[in-house]
């Protein structure tokens, strides 16, 4: 009897080595190990895909180990050099389970119970009760840019004309630089500010010149182009920014706001029911 205890011990202690569980199959192919931790081929393989040369895989996989090493390397130097006291994590673990919990609850709370139709009418209350949010730093302003060869015979007839706002002088000005101008373009329509406008201009263009004014012009040019700019519409510093500029950012503002105000509803929710339902007990002093 005693001969089959130890035959059956034996089996065992083989079943568990590590060596004799490669031979049969039962543990994945291992690429890197530090003592008792082992990486396998499998943890990996996620990250090989879509990758078509060898090498990069080679060098993704080398860089994937460097990073799963120091892991572990500072894992194991923190287990043996912090003293018991700074290993005792339970107290922190228990504070971190509990805030994600009640992070994820309140995320679901939110999520549905929110309405986020926003409609104009807020939007623009919100704009005309706190201007003061959306002051421009910077002036903004609406342009016509013509970008013309310096060679154009039509050019000293644009120049004559881009500066003019009239129906009849625009309807000349389109005219010809259908025919004639590289580029003819009013941003469509959109606020611009100094360094925007400056991308589309020669380098080199003295700031100066975009230190824009209502009713401004631009005439600059380059080795092959004449730049010619145009004011059309303009907004100071200091000014609120307009409600087509900030709309996006209001939204999210309102947006905000709802979350907020149903955090709060959630709050009073629980502990109103916390109340009803006896399940919160204030002890008076010296009561147990």
């Excluded at 087509?244 to 009073?268: C, H, P, T, W, Y």
């Amino acid at each position: 009897m005693k001969k089959w205890i130890v035959i059956l011990f034996c089996l065992i202690t083989l079943i568990s080595c590590d060596q004799f569980r490669r031979w049969f199959g039962y543990e994945p192919e291992r690429i890197a190990q530090i003592g008792k931790d082992i990486l396998y081929r499998k943890d990996v393989e996620g990250l090989l895909q879509g990758v078509r040369l060898p090498s990069d895989s080679i060098n993704l996989v080398k860089h994937y180990i460097d990073i799963w090493a120091i892991d572990n390397l500072l894992l194991k130097k923190a287990e043996s050099e912090l003293s018991k006291e700074d290993k005792d994590v339970e107290q922190e673990l228990a504070d971190y389970r509990k805030s994600l919990l009640v992070f994820r609850y309140q995320k679901k709370y939110v999520e549905e119970r929110i309405d986020t139709l926003i409609k104009q009418e807020e939007i623009v209350t919100y704009y005309n009760d706190n201007n003061e949010l959306f002051l421009l730093e910077d002036p903004l302003f609406k342009a016509r840019l013509i970008k013309m060869r310096l060679h154009s015979p039509y050019l000293s007839m644009v120049r004559n004309t881009y500066r003019s706002n009239t129906i009849e002088n625009l309807t000349q000005l389109e005219r010809l630089c259908e025919s004639s101008a590289e580029i003819y373009t009013d941003y469509e329509g959109r606020w611009l500010s100094a360094p925007e406008l400056a991308q589309d201009l020669p380098d080199g263009t003295n700031a100066r010149q975009l230190e824009i004014k209502p009713d401004g012009y631009i005439d600059t040019c380059d080795s092959l182009y004449a730049y010619l700019v145009s004011i059309t519409e303009f907004i100071p510093a200091r000014e609120p920014a307009p409600l087509e500029n900030v709309e996006a950012g209001i939204r999210q503002i309102i947006l905000s706001k709802r979350k907020q105000q149903l955090l709060k509803d959630l709050k009073m929710e629980v502990l109103k029911e916390g109340w009803n339902k006896q399940m919160i007990k204030i002890y008076e002093k010296d009561e147990d």
